[in-house]
């Protein structure tokens, strides 16, 4: 789907996101929200063929180990996380990134406190 200004049918029950001629987001005006596991999230911005979530964590927080159908592109913006895909693990900070295909087993630690901006698609119906 192409996106124009006045034409983007978006719209998600409890989240107004991008609607209309919005095409912008500000952090600032999303709310974050308790995730099951102990962490925050707050959803940036999303179609129905992508979404962009924020992730807090503190210093020991753990994302289990899960897997999705959806394909996830993880930025770490701040911290130092312990990042398992697959069953292969690595240590990344600040500007590293990695990609997680569908349906891989995959999680993080956070070794100190720290923030993850993931991308999904399609977006996760499950977080809004």
Known sequence: MRIQPGRIPLSSEGVQL?????????????????????????VLVHTDELMMVEFGFEKGGVGALHSHPHVQASYIAEGRFEVTIDGRTQTLGVGDSFIVP???????????????????????????
């Open 18 to 42: 991008v609607t209309g001629t919005e095409v912008f987001s500000r952090a600032v005006d999303r709310q974050w929200t308790a995730t099951p596991d102990g962490n925050r999230r707050r």
């Open 102 to 128: 569908s349906n891989l087993v995959h999680g993080v630690k956070a070794l100190e406190a720290g923030r993850l901006v993931d991308s999904f698609t399609p977006h996760r119906a499950d977080f809004i």
